[in-house]
């Protein structure tokens, strides 16, 4: 299978506390998305990487938020002192560098703070 | 701000009769957009794209079409089958970044 790989599938935690999710883009891709969706919504933008480089931060990234993708390949989005409000759907999406292009969604992380 | 619509929130239709989801969006420097197709907790998944410099692109059953003086585009599913039913996000971009709307869930029925 070469699409690209979220881990875990589902993480419930602790309020609180802090979470880590990975994921594996197409490996000739070399822009990397997060997103997050919550119900009845579209998924939301959050950030992405050309290579190792962060381009872009939406607003909804709080400084409890952190991404990164360290050699430009894998990436892992981090909330740290999870919040009630951060239950959503994280999704991570690749796509190759020119314009134009679609970008290939993985199966999301599901996060539950209870 | 809500960049990208679907106004419709559902839409029932009967197999093999054809589907057709609306989306608006607000911003002129929009350049490319794209259909996914989303089923329970998983990804969504790519369906068809279309250029602004392109009014209509077709793929088998699918087919997008583009109005830039209205701002509006829409997905036409013909003929719909069961196996469609899903919701169905639009998405817009213009430096590489998807905006979504707020998806459209569609039921095709025997």
């Known amino acids: 299978d070469t699409g690209v790989s979220q881990d875990p599938r589902h993480k419930i935690t602790k309020r609180g506390q802090n979470v880590t999710f990975r994921c594996d883009p197409i490996?000739?891709?070399?822009?990397l998305y997060w997103y997050r969706q919550t119900l009845g919504q579209g998924p939301e933008f959050l950030t992405y990487f050309q290579n190792e480089a962060q381009l872009e931060k939406s607003r909804l990234l709080s400084d409890r938020f952190s991404a990164e993708r360290p050699k430009g390949s894998f990436s892992t989005l981090e909330i740290q002192r999870t919040e009630q409000g951060d239950s959503a759907m994280y999704l991570c999406?690749?796509?190759?560098?020119?314009?134009?292009?679609?970008?290939?969604f993985g199966q999301g992380t599901r996060l539950t703070v209870v | 701000d809500q960049q990208v619509k679907q106004n419709s929130p559902s839409l029932s239709v009967q197999e093999g009769r054809i589907s057709i989801l609306n989306c608006d969006y607000t911003n002129s420097m929009f350049d490319y957009f794209l259909w996914y197709k989303k089923y329970p907790a998983e990804g969504p998944t790519f369906l068809i794209s279309?250029?602004?410099?392109?009014d209509k692109n077709e793929d088998g059953r699918f087919t997008v079409f583009l109005n830039k003086s209205a701002k509006h585009l829409s997905l036409h599913i013909v003929p719909s089958q069961p196996g469609d039913s899903a919701v169905y996000f639009c998405?817009?971009?213009?430096?590489?970044?998807?905006?979504f709307g707020t998806g459209t869930r569609l039921q095709v029925f025997p």
């Open positions: 490996s000739e891709h070399n822009r």
């Open positions: 999406a690749s796509k190759k560098g020119h314009p134009n292009t679609e970008a290939f």
């Open positions: 279309i250029s602004s410099i392109k």
């Open positions: 998405a817009a971009s213009r430096t590489d970044k998807l905006i």
